[in-house]
């Protein structure tokens, strides 16, 4: 099992930026795609972006295409997610997920199998 612990939300006005941050601890030593996910109240979980082992397969959303980067650091075991242009909409509870034993990133929800608790992004306009 994979434990993952989101940070770097918090309020920012439409415009600004932010860089969430997710750091993967237990079993990493295998190969594993990581994702980020948002959700609002009442809503379902919504694909945000994925990123493969070795970076090469990396999806976006299209809401979020042009002004979201997934990257990541794997001799840290971290995940980042640098949003720009953050518009009121994107204001959501950001949610990292690992995919373990798997090189490939997914959009999928179903295919990840350890989630981060989840951290809290607010857009004001």
């Known amino acids: 099992q994979v434990q993952l612990v989101a940070s770097g939300g918090g309020l920012v006005q439409a415009g600004g930026s932010l860089r969430l941050s997710c750091a993967a601890s237990?079993?990493?030593?295998?190969?594993?795609?990581m994702g980020w996910f948002r959700q609002t109240p009442g809503k379902e979980r919504e694909f945000v972006a994925a990123?493969?082992?070795?970076?090469?397969?990396?999806y976006y959303a299209d809401a979020v295409k042009g002004r979201f980067t997934i990257s990541r650091d794997n001799a840290k075991n971290t995940v980042y997610l640098q949003m720009n242009s953050l518009k009121p909409e994107d204001t959501a509870a950001y949610y990292c997920?690992?995919?373990?034993?798997?090189?490939?990133?997914?959009?999928?929800?179903?295919?990840?199998?350890?989630w981060g608790q989840g951290t809290q992004v607010t857009v004001s306009s």
């Open positions: 997920a690992a995919r373990s034993g798997y090189w490939s990133a997914s959009r999928n929800t179903r295919d990840y199998d350890d």
């Open positions: 237990g079993r990493t030593s295998y190969a594993m795609a």
């Open positions: 990123i493969g082992w070795s970076g090469g397969s990396i």
